[in-house]
């Protein structure tokens, strides 16, 4: 069984940049899709970006294109969310996540992103 952990996520101002990670353990699939999302306080969960293991093909949601990059590096079976100016919206609980087919069904434990203004 795959587990996830995250980290990176802490305290920054708005304009500033902060790196997540999330490392992956266990038996990892090269069709896996790695996730990134996000919860905001009172907000549902939303997807922000995603990385495939093989290939590297990205897909981001249209609120953090040309600030935020995913990327992996697969020897170290890591993933990566690199975010630039940053904003108060983008204040959230970051969650990594992986799937195989349609449904991401493994989530890693979360990581605070705070963003000051």
């Known amino acids: 069984q795959v587990q996830l952990v995250e980290s990176g996520g802490g305290l920054v101002q708005a304009g500033g940049s902060l790196r997540l990670s999330c490392a992956a353990s266990g038996r990892i699939f090269s069709s896996y899709i790695m996730g990134w999302f996000r919860r905001a306080p009172g907000k549902e969960r939303e997807f922000v970006a995603a990385?495939?293991?093989?290939?590297?093909?990205?897909t981001y949601a249209d609120s953090v294109k040309g600030r935020f990059t995913v990327s992996r590096d697969s020897a170290k079976s890591t993933v990566y969310l690199q975010m630039n100016s940053l904003k108060p919206e983008d204040t959230a609980v970051y969650y990594c996540?992986?799937?195989?087919?349609?449904?991401?069904?493994?989530w890693g434990q979360g990581t605070q992103v705070t963003v000051s203004s």
């Open positions: 996540a992986a799937r195989v087919g349609s449904v991401y069904n493994i």
């Open positions: 990385i495939s293991w093989i290939g590297g093909r990205t």
